[in-house]
């Protein structure tokens, strides 16, 4: 009798330790600080990537899947990384959706993810320098890097007539990157960029860095900044001095606040974020709409993906260890396997729970390629009557 209690004890640990009754997922984001304005339609695309998952009663025997929120603030490498080892540490994260920023996500990646064995998938940190370090196979984006953002985006320039411009970047790790990028990529076009020079976050005058780049001149302004920091304030001060009348913004400046700020003001002005048209993409529109999510907004596809291709890992897996699941990554996303898109999770974890395969396409089209690097597309964006309108994909 004695022996077969202690058979049975066992059992019921192992069965304990394979699915507990809830598992955690970090969502460490730019919640306060340049990109605030972004952040909150990306948090609750991955947290309805969650609720589809928990809905289905399928997850790993029918656990369930707690978000938790914290704050990396986007510029402050300590406090991400604070917060990062908040979430690895007290909250006991199996995983975690971002970081956002492309500093925050190298800081945590380096000094949390790393020595703790913990994996990253960022819907949105897109620095070229994040491809160099070595993530032990713990580092993932859905969003493409800035080296593929910079080459559409020289070659919409140049398909729009713009054969100069000027350069004002954010002075961090994405800005430097994007900005470089884009230089690179415009002039190997035959476009001439008149001055590429920094701007802080957080100034209240920005006329000094306006006024050398009126100066250098150009046919437009490639403000590779935040909509909710310095790259709206280099914008203000082009257009109360006249220096600039035509902008062109990558990703991290398509903010609802900028055109809440500018609106018709900046009319004729593009650029690009990442987007596909892709029946996951509309698929994904209709969920955010009926979810009361802005449908939009930049980085939502990418971030619910980010969450469901987590999930979707450890369900292969058959665990919630990082160790476990993060060679998992690459099967569900890439080929081959029966296509999986937005309001498919359910039927993905019973594919995954049969030991069948999958290949996951999601809202962004996705595709990992090389260290869960994002092939990526991206969508050509105008203002209209003050208004973003999609031109086409690229």
């Known amino acids: 009798m004695k022996k077969y209690l202690i058979a049975t004890v066992s059992c019921l640990v192992l069965a304990t330790a394979a699915h507990a009754d809830e598992i955690k997922i970090g969502i460490e984001m730019g919640f306060s ?15 309805l990537a969650i609720k589809e998952v928990n809905d289905s009663g399928l997850f790993l025997g029918g656990t369930k899947v707690v978000a938790v929120r914290g704050d990396e603030t986007c510029i402050d490498a300590s406090a991400a990384t604070a917060t990062g080892e908040r979430l690895v540490t007290s909250d006991k994260v199996s995983g975690i959706v971002g ?20 994996v990253l998938i960022s819907p949105s940190a897109t620095s070229p320098g994040l491809s160099t370090i070595d993530s032990k196979g713990l580092f993932f984006r859905t969003a493409p890097s800035d080296a593929r953002e910079g080459e559409v985006l020289a070659q919409i320039m140049m398909d729009r007539g713009v ?3 000027a350069i004002s970047y954010t002075n961090n790790d994405y800005g430097k990157g994007i900005a470089s990028s884009i230089q690179t990529a415009f002039e190997k076009l035959g476009g001439k960029i008149t001055l590429s020079a920094p701007h802080e976050d957080g ?36 257009l109360d001095t006249g220096a600039f009348s035509k902008f062109v913004f990558p990703n991290g400046m ?20 990442p987007g596909s048209d892709s029946p996951g993409a509309a698929k ?64 993905a974890l019973k594919i995954l729970k049969d030991g069948g395969d ?4 999601g809202g962004s089209a996705v595709e990992f390629i090389g260290k869960g690097e994002s092939a990526g597309s991206y969508r050509e964006v105008q203002i209209e009557g003050g208004e973003m309108k999609t031109v086409k994909f690229h």
Do not use: H, R
Request: with cysteine; aromatic share 6%; proline share 6%.
């Open 254 to 273: 398509w903010g609802e606040s900028l055109l809440k700020k500018f609106g018709k003001q900046i009319d004729g002005s593009f650029g690009d974020l």
């Open 163 to 165: 054969k100069t411009a």
């Open 358 to 361: 999958i290949d996951y396409v």
């Open 33 to 47: 600080g340049p990109i605030e304005s972004l952040t909150p339609p990306m948090a609750q695309a991955a947290e």
């Open 284 to 347: 994904l529109v209709e969920m955010t709409k009926a979810a009361g999510i802005n449908s939009t907004a930049t980085f939502v596809p990418e971030t619910y993906d980010a969450a469901a291709i987590m999930l979707l890992a450890m369900q292969a897996a058959g665990s919630a260890k990082p160790a476990d699941y993060k060679g998992k990554i690459m099967d569900v996303v890439n080929a081959p396997g029966e296509k999986i898109y937005p309001g498919d999770l359910a039927k």
């Open 203 to 238: 100034k209240g005058d920005y006329s000094a860095e306006v006024g050398a780049l009126s100066s250098a001149g150009g046919d437009a302004l490639v403000v590779a900044g935040y909509a909710d920091q310095g790259g709206s304030g280099v914008v203000q001060t082009a």
């Open 99 to 118: 970081p956002t920023c492309s500093g925050a996500a190298s800081a945590v990646l380096t000094n949390v993810a790393i020595p703790n064995g913990m």
